[in-house]
Nanobody, 124 residues
Framework: QVQLVQSGGGLVQSGGSLRLSCTAS????????MAWYRQRPGKQRELVAA???????NYAGAVKGRFTISRDNTKNTVYLQMNSLKPEDTAVYFC??????????????????WGQGTQVTVSS
């Protein structure tokens, strides 16, 4: 079973930037879709960004234009670059790896490996 280890969260002022990293003990190669989810206080976990096996990206409307998902296969790492952060981006962020040859999806069931979660707090 692959392990996904996250880093890069923390406290930032509104308008600031953070980059989250998710490093796998196994592969994050292009046979896997990758995604970032978040869970805001009192809310259900929601998809933030997804990266398909072919390199296409999908973003939640609330983060489109501000967040960027990318992968570095040589480092087995997926990133979430977050710019122009807002207080409403405050959440615990999770990375996820899809099933081999699976598609990127809003459905959490499409992902079978999850990171431990990273707190991101944006102050106003």
């Amino acid at each position: 079973q692959v392990q996904l280890v996250q880093s890069g969260g923390g406290l930032v002022q509104s308008g600031g930037s953070l980059r989250l990293s998710c490093t796998a003990s196994g592969s994050v190669s292009t046979i896997y879709a990758m995604a970032w989810y978040r869970q805001r206080p009192g809310k259900q976990r929601e998809l933030v960004a997804a990266l398909t096996r072919t390199g296409r990206t999908n973003y939640a409307g609330a983060v489109k234009g501000r967040f960027t998902i990318s992968r570095d296969n040589t480092k087995n790492t997926v990133y979430l670059q977050m710019n122009s952060l807002k207080p409403e981006d405050t959440a615990v962020y999770f990375c996820a790896r899809g099933r081999p040859y699976g598609s990127a999806s809003n459905d959490e069931g499409a992902y079978d490996s999850w990171g431990q979660g990273t707190q991101v707090t944006v102050s106003s």
